[in-house]
Nanobody
Framework: QVQLVESGGGLVQAGGSLRLSCAAS????????MGWYRQAPGKQRELVAA???????KYADSVKGRFAISRDNAKNTVYLQMNGLKPDDTAVYYC????????WGQGTQVTVSS
């Protein structure tokens, strides 16, 4: 059974930083591609960042240069370092198993105050 457990969300002032973590179990993490997505109120869920099993990354244009995705295969964990946070970054952030298969975490709230 796949489990993805996010942590690290919270309330932060604009310009601040947060680091999200997603601990995975029930998968062969080292061969899995992972992603971070977010959904703001009234908006569709969108890709924030993704990382392949080889460590290649891609980012939404809105977060390039501010966010960084990384993975620690020894800990079965994927991270999202978020710097220079803006009020528009406010959303529920979800960890996702992109491949093989598909599975979502429960989400963690990130709120950025102006």
């Amino acid at each position: 059974q796949v489990q993805l457990v996010e942590s690290g969300g919270g309330l932060v002032q604009a310009g601040g930083s947060l680091r999200l973590s997603c601990a995975a179990s029930g998968i062969t993490f080292i061969t899995s591609a992972m992603g971070w997505y977010r959904q703001a109120p009234g908006k569709q869920r969108e890709l924030v960042a993704a990382i392949t099993r080889g460590g290649s990354t891609k980012y939404a244009d809105s977060v390039k240069g501010r966010f960084a995705i990384s993975r620690d295969n020894a800990k079965n964990t994927v991270y999202l370092q978020m710097n220079g946070l803006k009020p528009d970054d406010t959303a529920v952030y979800y960890c996702h198993l992109d491949s093989p298969g598909s599975s979502w975490g429960q989400g963690t709230q990130v709120t950025v105050s102006s």
